[in-house]
């Protein structure tokens, strides 16, 4: 399944490209359908490194669904485009019936200034695949919200 979204930030592109690999802009734009607690030694990093970052999330910062892995990876700009791509998957809970994941964000700068924000998230499980779609297209237009709302805040 796939869904897709394609934004016009007010911000530029060199803060949207900060806020894409922010661990605190994921919690924020996540909050508080899905609170996320990192696994890692440490906690959060301030930004995502390439590699894999493990989390524990609660619905509504109450209910425990199980934990993941956000594996990270940045190639290539491409088209004037930057781009982070997470192909995570699930450790525990309700993120192991998802079997395949492949989220990618880009950013590109407008000539206004502003930013193009694009993100597709496309995903695999099972017979149970068009049951979760809904569940995940409610959570991306929060986050279309969220990330709408915050770019204004966003900065360089």
């Known amino acids: 399944m796939r869904i897709l979204l394609k934004l016009v930030l007010d ?3 060199d803060a949207a490209w900060t806020a894409v690999r922010s661990p605190a802009v994921f919690q924020q734009v996540s909050a508080p359908i ?3 607690t990192s696994l890692e ?12 970052h493990p989390v524990a999330a609660k619905a509504f910062g109450l209910v425990p669904v199980g934990e993941q892995v956000i594996r990270i990876g940045i190639p290539p700009e491409r088209a004037g485009a930057r781009l982070v791509v997470d192909t995570g998957y699930g450790v525990s809970g309700i993120f192991t019936t998802v079997t395949a994941w492949h989220h990618t964000m880009a950013v590109s700068p407008l000539a206004d200034g502003r930013t193009l924000y694009r993100d597709e998230l496309r995903f695999e499980a099972g017979r149970v695949t068009a049951l979760l779609w809904p569940v995940y297209w409610v959570f991306w237009q929060w986050r279309a919200l969220r990330i709408s709302q915050l770019a204004r805040t966003w900065q360089a």
Not at 41 to 52: D, I
């Open 11 to 13: 911000c530029d592109v």
């Open 34 to 36: 899905m609170r996320f």
């Open 41 to 52: 030694p440490g906690g959060y990093p301030e930004s995502w490194p390439e590699g894999e």
